[in-house]
């Protein structure tokens, strides 16, 4: 029998699966579509603590993640021979007027750049570029495959991933889960994790809800972006193989599906705006998907307060690929 039954197979998920597996413990990942395809795929990968501009023990929490990341991803790389797109290329916040804006909700401190040391960051931003705020610490990762390397990992490790499982209920009797009814059947074990997302009040009354993004890709392979440009309205996220990354809307509206024309374009025009060369790019392809929302945007990363073998790891909103390592050893520790 499995120790511990983690509900989905999201980015937070399998880092779990993969943190509890290095510490012997068996583990089986239920997901009901296919891993790695929910919000974890639609993500840009940045790892911004400080361009995100988080705050309090949540900043805290970042920055021991982006802390994390290079030797997660040596680990990742060393199972699995994997390349995951870790790239400590910076983040620059280059601004017009918005400087003010900016600096009023700071919480780490950047370096600050005039007009010219700008230019010599980043070429070819707007002409109109006053200067800019230089986070080098922050960094990316290529989130999707980041998590086919994780899923492979879990693979190499015999972790049981179970795919087009969806978990309908969890079933308890007083302070304990009892077992998972499922499509496949119920499902037991000592322990449960809820790494369900924007979805996570489908099986729990915990204040999560989606709010969706769309983004875009555009590619030419001799782009000259050498860090992520980060401002109030739109961030581009230069992959080294010559895809661009475009994103993001922030929309309350539910789990409504597609691209819309005004959220493609305004995501075009502020790009274009900060970056000219995108006009002449080609476009690649657009999504969208749903950060998982919680309260102060902060993540719920605890055992559940009613119920003792259930633990619960969501509401990650802008930041999970940021927070998987973190969220992994936290929730290890709570497991252990
Ligand atoms: P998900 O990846 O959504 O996974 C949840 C999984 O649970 C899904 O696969 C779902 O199918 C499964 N599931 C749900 N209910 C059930 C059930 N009943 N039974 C079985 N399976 C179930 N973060 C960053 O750090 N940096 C970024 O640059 C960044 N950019 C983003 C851009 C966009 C447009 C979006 C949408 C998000 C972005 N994020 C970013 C946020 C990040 O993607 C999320 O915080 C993170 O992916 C959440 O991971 P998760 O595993 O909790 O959720
Ligand atoms: N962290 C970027 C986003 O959520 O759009």
Redesign the pocket.
């Known amino acids: 029998m499995t120790d511990v039954l983690i509900i989905g197979g999201g980015v937070i998920g399998l880092a779990i699966a993969l943190e509890l597996s290095l510490l012997g413990i068996k583990v089986t990942v239920l997901e009901r579509n296919a891993c790695a395809q929910g919000a974890t795929w639609a993500?840009?990968g940045?790892l911004?603590p400080q361009a995100?501009r988080l705050s309090g023990d949540l900043l805290d929490l970042a920055l021991r993640s982006r802390s994390l990341y290079p030797h997660w991803i040596d680990q990742l790389q060393g199972i699995t021979g994997m390349e995951c797109g870790y790239w400590q290329c910076g983040i620059l916040v280059p601004y017009l007027n918005e400087v003010l804006v900016w600096k009023l909700n700071l919480h780490t401190l950047p370096e600050y750049c005039d007009r010219a040391h700008t230019k010599t960051i980043q070429t070819g931003l707007n002409h109109n570029v006053a200067g800019g705020l230089w986070f080098k610490d922050d960094a990316q990762v290529d989130n999707r495959y980041l998590s086919k390397a994780l899923i492979a990992a879990l693979r190499l490790r015999s972790v049981k991933i179970l795919e087009g499982v969806s978990v309908y209920s969890i079933e308890t009797d007083q302070n304990q889960v009892t077992h998972l009814v499922t499509s496949h059947g119920n499902l037991q074990s000592d322990r449960y994790i809820l790494a369900t997302g924007a979805w996570t009040k489908e099986l729990m009354p915990l204040p999560i809800s989606p709010r969706k993004?769309q983004m875009l890709e555009v590619f030419d392979p001799n782009h000259s972006l050498k860090t992520v440009l980060f401002s109030e309205d739109v961030?581009i996220v230069p992959r080294q193989d010559g895809r661009i990354i475009i994103?993001?809307t922030?929309e309350n509206v539910g789990f409504t599906i597609g691209n819309t024309a005004q959220g493609v374009s305004t995501l075009l025009n502020n790009a274009i705006r900060l970056y000219p060369a995108i006009a002449a790019m080609t476009i690649q392809s657009t999504w969208w998907g749903f950060?998982p929302h919680a309260p102060a945007e902060i993540p719920i990363l605890e055992v559940s307060p009613t119920y003792e073998n259930l633990v619960l790891a969501t509401g990650h909103?802008?930041?999970g690929i940021l927070l998987a390592p973190v969220t992994a050893k936290v929730i290890a520790d709570l497991i252990n």
Do not use: F, S
Request: a positive charge; proline letters at 0%.
């Open positions: 993500a840009a940045m911004a995100e993004g961030y994103g993001a922030v950060r909103y802008r930041n």
